[in-house]
């Protein structure tokens, strides 16, 4: 199933998407989680229900007449991974690494598909990421690789944006990925169950239309199973988490002379069998405000 939280005229809720239209699964049940992390929190019960609609209900509301949000909007963790395709690696000038990189971004970074991600006054070196994201579906703590898929609730595109000169000014990465609306993630989770395998597709990012990443999944360094067991030796992870788990060769600040992103420009990232994950840059506001 591809699971969207959107928003029309009678509120926001989850929806199953078909084609280019939508199950509400709202209308299905009033009672059903209209938020994703208390959707997957339910486990069985609530996921026997979407099967359910996904089964017998019309889809009748057009994707075209409404909003979709960040198919998990307020994850309590998000977890990413830097310098995880080889190519990658290469154009960073950096040493292959005998660990996972992990950094994190706070959830003010998620925001969803065709929201506008905000070019901050601070920086000119904007720069965009084009990632597979992983949704964790249920609580898991000290898992094995074999069994770490079986704690994924499914999969989405994400573009894990980068304030490179922040990025760089220390050696932590944290602060340079933590601006509001630089983790765009969607346009929805595409439950596990319809990607055979997560390390065989491919993944795509185009700036205004022009190809800029073009790689496949199975490049992936530390593989989905790998991350999820670190993290779980580390955490417990639990329903709605996302992890980011790295981009390929292609990034702006690597290219001669480097491209970063202004105003106006659309970057789009496209996995297969995830659809395409769109968003524009706008210039952000910085009137100061305390509420
Ligand atoms: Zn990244």
Same mark, same amino acid.
């Given at each position: 199933?591809?699971?969207?939280?959107?928003?029309?005229?009678?509120?926001?809720?989850?929806?199953?998407?078909?084609?280019?239209?939508?199950?509400?699964? /709202?209308?299905?049940?009033?009672?059903?989680?209209?938020?994703?992390?208390?959707? !997957? /929190?339910?486990?069985?019960?609530?996921?026997?229900?979407?099967? *359910?609609?996904?089964?017998?209900?019309?889809?009748?509301?057009?994707?075209?007449?409404? %909003?979709?949000?960040?198919?998990?909007?307020?994850?309590?963790?998000?977890? +990413?991974?830097?310098? $995880?395709? &080889?190519?990658?690696?290469?154009?960073?000038?950096?040493?292959?690494?005998?660990?996972?990189?992990?950094?994190?971004?706070?959830?003010?970074?998620?925001?969803?598909?065709?929201? $506008?991600?905000?070019?901050? &006054?601070?920086?000119?070196?904007?720069?965009?990421?084009?990632?597979?994201?992983?949704?964790?579906?249920?609580? +898991?703590?000290?898992?094995?690789?074999?069994?770490? !898929?079986?704690?994924?609730?499914?999969? +989405?595109?994400?573009?894990?944006?980068?304030?490179?000169?922040?990025?760089?000014?220390?050696?932590?990465? #944290?602060?340079?990925?933590?601006?509001? #609306?630089?983790?765009?993630?969607?346009?929805?989770?595409? %439950?596990?169950? =319809?990607?055979?395998?997560?390390? &065989?597709?491919?993944?795509? +990012?185009?700036?205004?239309?022009?190809?800029?990443?073009?790689?496949?999944? =199975?490049?992936?360094?530390?593989?989905?199973?790998?991350?999820?067991?670190?993290?779980?030796?580390?955490? %417990?992870?639990?329903?709605?988490?996302?992890?980011?788990?790295? %981009?390929? /060769?292609?990034?702006?600040?690597?290219?001669?002379?480097?491209?970063? !992103?202004?105003?106006?420009? #659309?970057?789009?990232? =496209?996995? &297969?069998?995830?659809?395409?994950? /769109? $968003? *524009?840059?706008?210039?952000?506001?910085?009137?100061?405000?305390?509420?």
């Amino acid at each position: 199933m591809k699971l969207a939280t959107f928003e029309d005229d009678k509120g926001k809720r989850l929806g199953i998407v078909k084609g280019d239209m939508l199950i509400d699964l /709202s209308a299905f049940d009033p009672t059903f989680p209209t938020d994703m992390i208390t959707y !997957l /929190s339910h486990g069985d019960t609530t996921g026997r229900k979407a099967k *359910q609609a996904n089964r017998e209900v019309e889809a009748t509301i057009p994707l075209s007449s409404v %909003t979709l949000h960040a198919p998990v909007e307020d994850p309590r963790k998000i977890f +990413c991974v830097g310098l $995880n395709y &080889a190519d990658h690696v290469a154009e960073t000038g950096r040493d292959k690494p005998e660990n996972a990189t992990w950094f994190t971004k706070p959830p003010t970074a998620i925001v969803g598909h065709d929201a $506008n991600v905000l070019k901050p &006054a601070v920086s000119d070196m904007i720069d965009y990421e084009a990632e597979l994201v992983v949704i964790i579906g249920h609580r +898991c703590r000290h898992i094995a690789p074999e069994d770490a !898929l079986n704690a994924v609730a499914g999969y +989405c595109c994400g573009n894990d944006v980068s304030v490179r000169d922040w990025q760089f000014r220390s050696p932590q990465f #944290t602060i340079g990925k933590s601006f509001d #609306t630089h983790g765009p993630i969607g346009p929805w989770l595409t %439950t596990r169950d =319809e990607i055979a395998d997560p390390h &065989a597709l491919t993944i795509e +990012c185009r700036v205004n239309g022009a190809v800029r990443q073009k790689s496949n999944t =199975e490049h992936l360094i530390f593989k989905i199973e790998h991350l999820i067991a670190e993290l779980s030796a580390v955490m %417990t992870l639990e329903p709605g988490d996302v992890i980011f788990t790295g %981009t390929p /060769s292609g990034v702006g600040v690597a290219m001669k002379p480097p491209q970063f !992103l202004k105003a106006g420009d #659309t970057v789009e990232v =496209e996995i &297969a069998g995830l659809g395409t994950l /769109s $968003n *524009q840059m706008v210039t952000e506001d910085v009137t100061p405000y305390v509420k």
